[in-house]
C-alpha cells in the first residue's frame, strides 16, 4: 500500500513540477489555458495506478498521452513554387519540391495542425515523433498547386497572407483561399499591408501602427475568409516581447519567425516558431542538400 501510494505521490509531483517548470521560462503558460482533458487524463491514469498493484498497461497509457523527449517539430519556410520561370531566388522549382515531400516522407515524417503544435510546445501533447508543418509566406497563387501536391502525399499547410492584396494579380483571391482549406491547408496572417516596413517601424518602436495592421489583418481575415487564423507570421521576422504582447492580446496563440534553431521541442516560446528557408538562394532547395540537412537532424 505505502508503494502504491509513492507512486501515486510521484506521478502528482512529475505532473505538475514539469509544468510549473515550463511555465518559469513561458510567461505564455497559465492553468487557464490548459486543455481540461488533460487534467482529466492525468488525474484519471494516476488514480488507476494508485488502485491497481501491477499493471505496466496502465504506465503505458500514462505515457501515450505526451510526447517523448526525442520528438521535435520542423517548420520549412517556402515562397513560389515555380513550374517554368522563377520570381526571384527565393522560389523552388515543383520538381524540387516534390523530391522534398518523397525525402521527408521516406524518413518517416508526418504533418500536424496549428492546435496540434501548440499544444505540443505548451502542454507536450502527443505528436508524431517527426513533425513537419510547410509554410508558404505571401500567399503566391503556385501554393494551389503545392497545396495540391501535399494532400496527394498526406501532407498538409499552412498559407501566411497578407490580407491587403488577397486577389491581386499575384496573391491568391477568395476561390483559391477556399481550395487551400478544402486540401487541409490552414491560414496565418503575414500582415494587412505594411508587410514591407516592419522591420522599419520596430525599429523606429512604432508600435500602434504594426498592431493597427495585425487588427485589420485579422478583421479581413474575419470579413472576408470567415475564420479566425491563431497564427501570424512576422512579416520580415520583425519581432520583440511588445508584439508577442500584442499578437496575445488579440487573440493569437502562434507567431511564426524567420530563422532561430532548427527544429522546435516541447518547452519553446510558441510565439517565435523557429524555420528553415527552403530556396534557391540558399541552396536548400537542392535535393541532394535537403536530403542531407534532414539526415543530419534525425541522428
Not at 122 to 137: A, E, G, L
Not at 273 to 282: D, G, N, W
Amino acid at each position: 500500500m505505502k508503494m502504491k501510494k509513492f507512486i501515486a505521490i510521484l506521478f502528482v509531483l512529475i505532473f505538475f513540477l514539469s509544468f510549473y517548470g515550463n511555465a518559469l521560462s513561458n510567461e505564455s503558460m497559465s492553468f487557464s489555458n490548459v486543455p481540461v482533458s488533460y487534467f482529466e487524463n492525468a488525474v484519471y491514469n494516476i488514480g488507476r495506478i494508485y488502485g491497481i498493484k501491477e499493471d505496466k498497461t496502465i504506465l503505458n497509457e500514462y505515457n501515450s498521452l505526451f510526447s517523448s523527449k526525442d520528438t521535435f517539430v520542423l517548420v520549412l519556410m517556402y515562397h513560389n513554387i515555380y513550374t517554368n520561370k522563377r520570381i526571384n531566388s527565393y522560389d523552388v522549382s515543383l520538381e524540387d519540391f516534390k523530391k522534398h515531400i518523397e525525402i521527408l516522407k521516406s524518413y518517416g515524417f508526418e504533418s500536424i495542425k496549428l492546435d496540434d503544435l501548440y499544444e505540443f510546445l505548451m502542454f507536450n501533447k502527443k505528436i508524431p515523433k517527426r513533425s513537419v508543418i510547410f509554410t508558404f509566406d505571401d500567399g503566391f497563387k503556385s501554393v494551389v498547386l503545392a497545396s495540391s501536391v501535399l494532400k496527394g502525399n498526406g501532407f498538409t499547410g499552412v498559407a501566411s497572407l497578407i490580407t491587403g492584396y488577397i486577389g491581386s494579380v499575384w496573391e491568391v483571391n477568395e476561390n483559391e483561399i477556399k481550395t487551400l482549406l478544402n486540401n487541409g491547408f490552414e491560414i496565418s496572417l503575414h500582415s494587412h499591408k505594411l508587410h514591407n516596413i516592419y522591420q522599419k517601424l520596430l525599429k523606429e518602436k512604432k508600435y500602434k501602427d504594426i498592431e493597427v495592421d495585425i487588427n485589420q489583418s485579422k478583421e479581413d481575415a474575419i470579413n472576408i475568409l470567415h475564420i479566425s487564423p491563431i497564427a501570424f507570421t512576422y512579416p520580415q521576422g520583425a519581432f520583440d516581447k511588445t508584439i508577442e504582447e500584442i499578437l496575445r492580446e488579440n487573440g493569437f496563440k502562434i507567431g511564426f519567425g524567420l530563422y532561430g534553431k532548427l527544429i522546435n521541442k516541447y518547452g519553446d516560446n510558441p510565439f517565435y516558431v523557429s524555420r528553415v528557408e527552403i530556396s534557391e538562394r540558399l541552396k536548400t532547395s537542392n535535393p541532394m542538400v535537403f536530403k542531407k540537412f534532414i539526415e543530419k537532424l534525425i541522428k
